[in-house]
Each structure stands twice: as C-alpha cells, then as structure tokens.
C-alpha cells in the first residue's frame, strides 16, 4: 500500500503530467486547468496534513525516497512569460509554476522539520547547531499550502517541543484561532482535517495548561477552560491514564500476561510514584522495573534494536532505551524521597544511573536534580551538628560538586534534545479517527510538560546553594576550631586548678608532718607514722572530692550531663568513703585523747607521789 505522500506524488504525476500544459487558446480548457490547479492546493494541503499528523514519516521505510523525487518533480519547472502567448496562457503557466513552487517549499519545510525531529531520538550529538534551506520565490495567494507551513509543521513540532516561554504560548493560542476561523471553508476534506488540528491544538495546550486563563480577542477578554476543551480522538490518551486503582490493577495484570504493552509499565510506575507514601512500598515498584527489564534484555539482542534498518525501528530503540531509564529514575526519586539515605547509599544508586545512561545514551537529568536535593539535605544537616566530622563534609561537598556537573551535562543533553521523560514505541503512540481511515500519531501523548526555562533556573540555584553550603562549611569549621581553642583554654585552667589543689593538699601535708613531730612528746614512733598516714589517706581524699566537684565549677559541665558519666559515680563513693572515714578517724582521735589524758594524770600522780617521798627523806638525813 502505497503511503498518503506518496498517493499525493502520484496524483500530481497524474493530473499534471507533460500533455497537461496547454497547446492552445480554449477559454474552457484554460478555465479548466485553473480549476484544476486550484483544486490541487487544497488535495496537497489535505494529504500533506494527513501524512505529517499520521506520524508517516516515521512508519514509511521509503518515505524520503518518495519526498526527494517529488521535491526533484517541482523544483524543475522554469517558466518566463513570453509576449508571442495569449496572457491568458502566461497566466496560467504561472499560475502552475507557484503551485509547484508551492508544494517544492512545502515539502523543504516537511524535510527540515524531519530532521528535527531525528534529532529527538537520535542520542548522539549534533557537528552542526544552525542550518538553513532553499525556498523558491512564490507569488501564489492559495491559502492552504501556507496554512500546512504556519499551522500545521509548527503544530506537530509541539508534539516533541512544548511551549518553552509565553511568547510560544501565545503562538499556538494564535494557531488556535486561525483554525477555528479557516473551520468554515473549503471542502469537508478539508473541514474534518481543520477540525483534527485543532483538537490537536487543544490537546497540546492541556498539557501546558491545567487552570483556566484569560486570552484577550481582539480587546474581548474570554476566559479559557483548557479542561474543558474539545480533544476529539485525542481523548483516547487520556482514557488510558491510570487514576484509579482498579486501573492499577489493569496495568499489573497486563505486565503479568504474555505480551504486554510497554505504557502499561509506564503508566502504572507513574501511579505508584504519585500515590505511594510508605518507603516499602519500592518493593512493588522494584517488581515493575525488573519485569521490564527481562523485556528489554530480550529486545536488546535483536537485530532491530543492535542495528535500526529504518526510521521505526530508530524510533523504537529510543523508546525502549527511555522507558528502562525512566522506570530507574522513577525508583531512585522515591527511594531518595521516602527511604532517607546516606550519602554512600545515594552515591551507590546514583552511580547504577550512571551506568544506565551511559548504556543506553539517554542521559535525563531528573535523577541529578533529586540527587542533589537528597545531599544538600545531608550536608545541611551535618553542618548543624556541633561535632562534625571535616573530612566526611569535605567528601560530601566533593560528591555535591560532581553532581551539579552532571546535572549541567545531562541538562544540556535534554534540552538540545527537548528531551521528555519517555518515549513510547511507534505503534503505542498512535489512535484512529472515526473508522480508522485517518490514523493520529503523538509521540508525546503520556509525558508531562518539562519547562526547560525553569531547570535552567534550578541550575543557577543549585550552584548557589553550593557556593552558600561551603562558606556556612568553612565558617562552621572555623566555629569548631574556635570551640576547640576554648575548650583547650579551660583544659588549662583546670590543670592549673588541679597543680594549685595538688600543691595545697601537699604542703598541708609537709606541715602537718612537721608539727607532728616537732610537738610530739607522747606519742611513739608508730603512732606518729599512723598519724602522718591518716593525714596523708585525708588529703588523698581532698583531692579525688575535688576532682569530683571539679567538672561542675570548673569545666562548666551541665548537671544532667555529668550524672552520666563513669567520674560522678566514682566521685560519690569517694565522697562517702571521705566522710566515713573523717567520722571513724574523729571518734578514733576522741577516745585516743581521752586515753591520753588518763595516762597523763596517773602519771602526774606518780611523779607527784615520788616527789614527796623524796621531800620526807631529805629532813631526816
């Protein structure tokens, strides 16, 4: 079966082929080959639309082969009015000349617009970044060929590059109103494909758009539902979203059969990332990755996938390559949200990215950006402890700096690219229209609008964020070192309390020896070196009371604090065995003294006694 272009070619092969032009003067002919002429515009307007929005450039192995001769066919035509002709003849040939120039520029257009669109699953990079084209000089008023140039090839070129700014916004509101204008004219074709278009139109801005909006008509301001809009056929798409979880359940039984659809895996890790909020949960979303990836280890080896012989077979090797890295991502972003991990488990998963990426040529940048966020959270709350360890910071601001770089790379890749999170196969992207005579092509038909104005944004904060993360760094470390400093100097006030509490205890010791001594003159030699023993056991004690009391008065540890420490315990028993042994040495010092004294008085007595004896004996000699 012959493609919708092709069909076209041929028509133009047919109704204008080399006996077409006029070899004579007849009003009637003339009349009827200008209506013929007219007529084709609008045929070419009608199966162009209808080859572009079937996505047949894709699907049609020979589809450039057709397009080359047809550009080759209009491009040939040269034509000079020439004075020996009826004007009515040079009319006419001019009038064939600007439909061949017409379709000549219609068809560059088509080509240039091809070969964007190449480049949205061609993972490689580009040699070239400007390119431009050859138009013919037209002067043809027909307004359906310029309709297929204004409306129609920037149109589907949203298909795989959203709106970007507000400017583009307003561009495709613009093509909005000329095809509800243009609604009215031309044939019933022609109506049905304007009325595709415009659902289309509709379609693209629902996915720009969620809340109505306010558009000014020619200074009649109309509030836009997008909701709400028209999306004919288009609406199959939306159908087969999963909203639900008996939908869910749809999706798992098909991931289960025998030949599932690749946007069953899709749209239901979409719902289990939207709606899961327990971190085992993953499980469930571990279970769709891994099924999927028993399909595309097996795709992977064909030949199909190892070496594309045409353009669905490129396309399809895109998709299945941005499926897999979209079912990793979606993983690593609820594993990063819900799972609370640490910067060597981050690294470790992010490095599996890595490695998919560097596999299959996609490089997203989603799973940097969720990266990033999970280590600014780790160094932000490292940098808030007291005691942080340097080293493992420094490691973590190395790691947020490697990111942010990949980050920028896998950036610039996607937006050269207008990159969407997936792609799903060629066939998997297609709906009919009414019986299925026209077939609808949207290769964007599941992906979420992505904003690359704002990622741009996000990298410039992300940079920021690091700049402020490493002076808050630098300015903590500085904080501890002066804490350290502090800490050092109490360290030494403590020793000097500890020398000045040693030194004390150690010359009331020398002294108490020394007055023991010198004032003894009834004890013996072992109750002097007990006494000394005892003061020096008293002073001992001092000392460990003050080592006790020390943490509290001197270092300034909190009370709470200090209870739970090994010294507080050891400080009490200490303080006990103090006090039990000054009560013990008081009532052992009382009954010696009391001991003493009775000694002292017997022996007063004696020595008393003795000296009257000796008073009676002196008389008597």
Known sequence: MHSILEQCYNQFLSDFSESWLPDGEDENVLFDKKSQIDSFFEVCFIQLSKSIISGEYIGTPNFIDVLNRFLEKTAAVEYAPSESRNKKVDKLLSSYRDLNYSIYNSLKRYNSFIIATKKKFNTEEDKYKYGFYRLKKEEATDNNLILFSEIVIPLCIYDYQFPANEDEFQDILIIRNRLMEYMSEGSAERKAILSILLQKCHFIIRKIKKTPFYYNIESAVELIFPMEMNIGSYDEFVKEECNSASKAEELLADINGINPNLKSFVLLMKYYKQNFTDKSDIDKMWFVLNQFSNIYQIRRDTQAFISPANSVEEYNKFSLNSIFNFLHNCCFSFYIQKCEPNLRQIKEKLLHIEHIQAKTGVKNFHPYEKAIEAIIRCIELHIGKDDFDNRLIEDKLEELNRVILLYKEAYDWSSSHQFFPFQLPFEESMCSVGDGSIRLFMPSAYARYINYNTLKERLEQFNRTKEYLRFRCDLSMERKEITQIKEDIKASDKKAYDSIAIFIAAITFLFGIV????????????????????????????????????????????????????????????????????????????????????????????HNESKSELQQIKPVQ
Do not use: E, M
């Not at 009382?590 to 007063?604: E, P, V, W, Y």
């Open 515 to 606: 007055n023991i001594f010198i004032n003894n003159t009834t004890l013996n030699l072992y109750q002097l070196i007990t006494n000394t023993i005892g003061l020096g056991i008293l002073l001992l004690l001092f000392a460990f009371s003050y080592l006790f009391v020390s943490p509290l008065l001197v270092q300034r540890i909190s009370w709470t604090h200090y209870r739970k420490t090994g010294r507080f315990i050891v400080g009490i028993i200490v303080i006990v065995s103090y006090f039990i042994l000054i009560c013990s040495l008081c009532g052992y010092s009382q009954s010696a003294i009391d001991k003493t004294g009775r000694t002292g008085t017997i022996i007063d007595t004696l």
